[in-house]
């Protein structure tokens, strides 16, 4: 059964900061990880989807990478802004044929960027 | 249409009461999913459809919650006797097809008096 979690829970960073967040998963049978941002009362924008075939993607000022023998995705934010703060999530789909449909979801980490 | 539209964004109800909440999917996007978002829970799968056929059912929390979607569009996800646990934010999300990213609607934040 898939397992996401993510590392840390919170983070507090000054604007212009590089960070990274951190998301871990127990089935290396992935079918691929996507990278979500939540702002508050809002749903979930989509901002990365990385294949299994593939170690990373890059959107603008984002860079995601998976690492299945690891059980590991980051996400990479550039030069942080005000604008980023947000919740970010990672879900996971299972490689299984009944199951990859399904997101499994992390708990989320909560980011602040300061001006 | 431009993105996932679901209906109420707000809903209050009181315990024991019915209540239907609404998803509106991408035109063209087959496949249809429904989440549900918590405090204490986080984010957890409910339901899938692949068309009108809803192939894994295993996500409802209880024979209280049922889904139905038709025309291969419109999918609306009913609560009967609401309880207070009920409370949470009820997430849709559509795809191409099961394989293909999702994307989600703003959601509909259920309140049980």
């Known amino acids: 059964k898939q397992e996401v979690t993510q590392i840390p829970a919170a983070l507090s960073v000054p604007e212009g900061e590089n960070l990274v967040l951190n998301c871990s998963f127990t089935?290396?049978?992935?079918?691929?990880l996507q990278w979500f941002r939540q702002d508050p009362g809002k749903g979930l924008t989509s901002l990365l989807l990385i294949q299994s075939s593939q170690r990373e993607q890059t959107s603008g000022r984002l860079n995601a990478s998976l690492d299945k023998s690891s059980g590991r995705s980051t996400l990479y934010i550039a030069a942080s802004q005000p604008g980023d703060s947000a919740t970010y999530l990672c879900?996971?789909?299972?490689?299984?044929?009944?199951?990859?449909?399904?997101?499994?979801f992390g708990s989320g980490t909560r980011l602040l960027v300061r001006p | 249409g431009a993105g996932v539209s679901q209906s109420p964004s707000n809903k209050v109800t009181e315990k024991g009461k019915d209540v239907e909440l609404r998803c509106d999917p991408i035109s063209g996007h087959t496949a249809l999913y429904w989440y549900r978002q918590s405090l204490g829970q986080g984010l957890e799968f409910l339901i899938y459809f692949q068309g009108n056929s809803a192939p894994d059912k295993s996500g409802l929390p209880s024979d209280r919650f049922s889904a139905e979607r038709t025309g291969g569009s419109v999918s609306t996800l009913t609560i009967q006797r609401t309880q207070q646990e009920d409370s949470a934010v009820y997430l849709c999300?559509?795809?191409?097809?099961?394989?293909?990213?999702?994307?989600f609607g703003p959601g509909t934040r259920l309140t049980v008096t």
């Open positions: 089935d290396s049978a992935i079918y691929n």
């Open positions: 879900a996971g789909r299972g490689g299984g044929l009944d199951s990859s449909y399904k997101l499994i």
């Open positions: 999300a559509s795809s191409m097809n099961s394989f293909y990213e999702q994307y």
